[in-house]
């Protein structure tokens, strides 16, 4: 069977889109998916960038220490559990991110209300810093150099992407699932990259 590990920032709308995607596609093909927390945040530090960068890398910073908070908590499939509300109400429904966002998304899985503590670095307990940068760290070792989110690893070969920017249309999901297992099963091959826009 091949295992799927998606690597992603919660606050990225390109992951945002791969995920649904993946995890579509994955269903109907019977192939398990496993998301993973990396950081933009992270991987961007020290970096000069423009004020909407800064913010995204802020939300980031934030958004991570609650994914790692939940994630210490309650496992790693508490991920992806909390990941489908946070991306909706982020995504989808372009909410910015408060602690009355983030209570509402927790009460609503049943999580502990004082995990929302790690949104604000005055009241969280550092480990948390440092638990997003293993779990980044984690995703830049997968594939063997440093790249934004996602990142995907099939079978344990990591690559940069997919970077999608419209949700395939439904026919057209599992084919490009089938396309990327087949390109990641080519010991030779590399790269396949187009500007997008």
């Known amino acids: ?30 192939r398990p998916v496993v998301l993973r927390q990396m950081s933009l945040a992270v991987l961007n530090e020290g970096e000069d960038a423009d004020e909407a960068h800064q913010r995204m890398f802020e939300r980031s910073r934030r958004l991570g220490r609650l994914f ?12 992806a559990r ?5 991306g909706t109400r982020l995504h989808v429904e372009k909410e910015e991110v408060t602690p009355g966002f983030v209570a509402d998304v927790l009460s609503d899985l049943g999580l502990e209300d004082s995990l929302s503590n790690a949104l604000d670095e005055n009241k ?15 995703s830049q070792d997968a594939l063997g150099d440093e790249a934004g989110s996602p990142i995907i690893a099939i079978d344990g070969r990591a690559f940069f992407g997919p970077v999608l920017t419209d949700l395939p249309e439904p026919d057209d999901r599992v084919v490009l699932l089938d ?6 099963g080519v ?9 997008h826009g």
């Open 1 to 30: 069977m091949t295992a799927i590990d998606l690597y992603l920032d919660p606050v990225c709308p390109f992951s945002w889109v791969t995920s649904r995607w993946l995890l579509d596609a994955a269903d109907k093909t019977g």
């Open 179 to 184: 396309a990327v297992v087949s390109a990641a």
């Open 68 to 79: 790692a908070a939940v994630t210490d908590r309650h496992g790693p499939e508490a991920f």
């Open 82 to 86: 909390l990941y489908e509300p946070i």
């Open 124 to 138: 969280y307990d550092s480990k948390y810093d440092e638990a997003v940068r293993r779990a980044h760290a984690a």
């Open 187 to 195: 010991p030779a091959f590399a790269v396949l990259q187009r500007p």
